[in-house]
């Protein structure tokens, strides 16, 4: 009897999961499917985080709407090729490849998929199925530069970079922008870790700063070891990339929240409306897909660690640059050595920015290579 | 300078006790070049146990272990099994950096506490050299500890001396009656000890945190140290301090704006390793090598 039982059951069940098979997939219409590339492993900290953060927003507005596929731990070169063209195979419509050094890779497997959108993001090259993504990362550091001139008793503030490339170097000279403009005693000094992740040379760096009497660290590399120096030895810094106040309780002043959900939903709706473009306009560079503060795709956490009256200032400069009022590199600029950028009343468009190859005034030594 | 001179011994200690346990792994005979897999299990075991028992020390007896157990499974495959030591080492490390990904994903984003610094009494007090000789962590004075051991171990002790006629020629040494496998067991797993010592010793106090192969290629730098101290224990204090020293030096460079472009620093401590690769090489053909004669070889004890 029991045997009888199971038997009705199963087939029932089996009945009960093919109709609700049928049911799903008459009902659910095709999702978009959607591929992302991925550095390194998510973790909860950093880079691949945020865009992580970004692809679950994604998954949130859409529902069932879209199929993401994620593949995590791509090294930039030959295997991104392999694993981006793995992923146009299995059939997805829109790929999302999530580091500057997935350029070559992304143009190479489009031109092989003609029918596939491809969005790189932080990249400056593009084709006719290959759109760029890019966020004003700088204007975080102009804040970020108020903050420091405003905080720093030594003024000297240590800087960290990845690599000597035009994204890095507009967001030092756009820090020293922000510096100078409350503290023209400050300077900056500049150590190149030549690795965008590597924890321990980081810090390192972080204690050679503090070393040569630095007070102030920020940085343009990805793990939260600066933080996590600065915390020990009782010097200030700024999270990068999402929010490291759980690194660094007493030493992060705010953090640079990189905010990529807003853009991976506005793409995917174009492509289901077939409005997709790659944004290429008047202006190349980044065309009109390169959003800072006021898209929001850049946040600011909490001003922390700080006195009112710096927070205050701070404030005023995150509502500067989302109005319009501040112009972070407006006229007259003069570089390091002394020789004019630009004189007053023009200011530098996104071409220039992108083409940076030396430092403004109020940062130390000059761009290696 | 005080400050920076710490620095430079902090970057060097995981190097030194990477490169200290290789050495004696490779004295035996064996080449491991799993040196990286073990060290990333050492920093994902000492952080683990330190998060669950509270306690940082409990952080070096686990890496150790992870250490010996990354050793024990090289061990197993190599010395029982007598595969290639050259592509079992590969592995180890690839399999480790994937297992540690794994096992390290639920520490990610959590912090423990450092390891502390241990005055010594009244020598900490003399100036300069004080605060750092002898105002450091515990793993520090370990780790001299261990070179001073295996100094004295390898030129002095019966047991040293066979663990090196078990590298020169394991042939010989069998068929006077060592037990050759038994030897080189516990030499790797010695050498995955230290490893793993020095790989936790990258989240006890350098970087309190877990984070993907954080390692980052410092157990290839002990392996180039092995051969840049050419199997010299207490060249590998120098060479870890030179390999150190010179990274710092970079950055040190960078910050105060020195006109030495930073590559041709970070390139130094391997040119130094075929600089010295070279010379024990020209030194062979004159007398007895310093490379144990039986590197690498798998060894079978039927023969």
């Known amino acids: 009897m029991l045997k009888f039982c199971m038997r009705i059951f199963s087939l029932f069940a089996l009945g009960a999961s093919v109709l609700f098979f049928i049911f799903n997939s008459a009902f659910a219409g095709n999702p978009t499917k959607v591929g992302f590339v991925y550095l390194t492993t998510p973790g909860d900290h950093g880079w691949t985080y945020a865009h992580e953060l970004g692809k679950q927003m994604v998954e949130k507005r859409f529902g069932n709407d879209v199929k993401v596929s994620v593949v995590e731990n791509v090294p930039e070169g030959p295997d991104a090729t392999r694993v981006i063209r793995e992923l146009a195979k299995q059939g997805n419509e829109i790929i999302f490849t999530t580091s500057f050094g997935y350029m070559e890779p992304t143009l190479k497997v489009a031109k092989e998929f003609p029918n596939v959108k491809f969005e790189h993001i932080t990249g400056y090259k593009r084709s006719k199925n290959v759109a760029t993504g890019n966020i004003r990362f700088y204007e975080g550091r102009y804040i970020q530069g108020v903050v420091a001139g405003l905080m720093t008793k030594t003024n000297k503030i240590g800087y960290i970079g990845a690599y000597p490339i035009a994204e890095v170097i507009m967001g030092i000279n756009s820090f020293a922008q922000g510096l100078r403009s409350v503290n023209k005693d400050a300077s900056i000094s500049v150590i190149w870790a030549n690795t965008w992740y590597d924890p321990v040379k980081e810090a390192d760096a972080a204690k050679v700063h503090i070393a040569e009497g630095a007070d102030i ?144 005034k109020g940062v130390n030594g000059k761009v290696p290579g | 300078m005080d400050a920076l001179m710490l620095t430079i011994i902090a970057t060097s200690i995981p190097l030194l006790l990477a490169a200290t346990g290789e050495l004696i792994t490779e004295k035996s005979g064996v080449l491991n070049l799993g040196v990286e897999g073990m060290m990333l299990s050492g920093a994902v075991g000492a952080l683990g146990a330190v998060l669950w028992l509270g306690n940082p020390y409990f952080g070096i007896i686990a890496g150790g272990l992870c250490g010996v157990l990354m050793a024990s499974i090289f061990s197993i495959f190599t010395i029982n099994f007598m595969t290639n030591q050259v ?156 390999f150190g020293g010179i990274t710092i030096a970079q950055l040190v460079g960078q910050a105060r704006g020195w006109p030495i472009p930073s590559q041709i620093l970070s390139m130094m401590p391997y040119l130094a390793t075929i600089v010295a690769l070279t010379m024990i090489s020209g030194r062979i053909s004159k007398s007895n090598s310093v490379v144990p004669a039986s590197l690498g070889k798998p060894f079978f004890d039927t023969q």
């Open chain 1, 217 to 360: 660290l920020a940085q343009h590399t990805d793990s939260p070891a600066m933080l996590q120096i600065a915390e020990k030895k009782g010097a200030l810094g700024f999270g990068q990339s999402t929010d490291m106040s759980a690194f660094a309780p007493k030493a992060q002043l705010f953090a640079s929240i990189n905010n990529w959900g807003p853009y991976y939903i506005r793409k995917i709706e174009e492509l289901k409306s077939g409005k997709w473009n790659t944004g290429d306009g008047p202006n190349h560079w980044a065309g009109n897909d390169w959003g800072g503060l006021k898209a929001e795709m850049l946040l600011i956490s909490k001003f922390q660690n700080m006195p009112d009256s710096v927070a205050q200032k701070a404030q005023e400069a995150l509502d500067g640059l989302k109005s319009g009022k501040i112009n972070i590199f407006a006229g007259p600029l003069v570089d390091n050595t002394g020789k004019e950028i630009i004189p007053a009343g023009k200011s530098l468009d996104d071409g220039a920015l992108w083409g940076m190859n030396y430092y403004l």
């Open chain 2, 87 to 242: 592509a079992t080492g590969l592995g180890l490390t690839i399999f480790a950096t994937g297992l540690t990904g794994l096992a390290g994903a639920p520490l990610v984003g959590k912090t423990v506490p450092s390891l502390p610094k241990i005055e010594i009494f009244l020598l900490s007090d003399i100036p300069f050299v004080g605060e750092i000789l002898f105002k450091q962590d515990f793993i520090a004075y370990l780790s001299v500890a261990i070179i001073i051991f295996i100094t004295y171990f390898l030129k002095y002790s019966k047991s040293g001396i066979v663990l090196r006629a078990v590298g020169d020629d394991h042939q010989s040494a069998h068929s006077v009656g060592y037990p050759v496998k038994k030897i080189r067991w516990y030499a790797t797993c010695f050498g995955g000890m230290c490893a793993g010592i020095g790989g936790a010793y990258i989240p006890l106090v350098l970087t309190p945190h877990w984070s993907e192969g954080m390692t980052a290629g410092r157990g290839w730098i002990a392996l180039a140290l092995v051969v840049f101290a050419s199997w010299i224990p207490w060249r590998i204090i120098v060479g870890a301090l030179i």
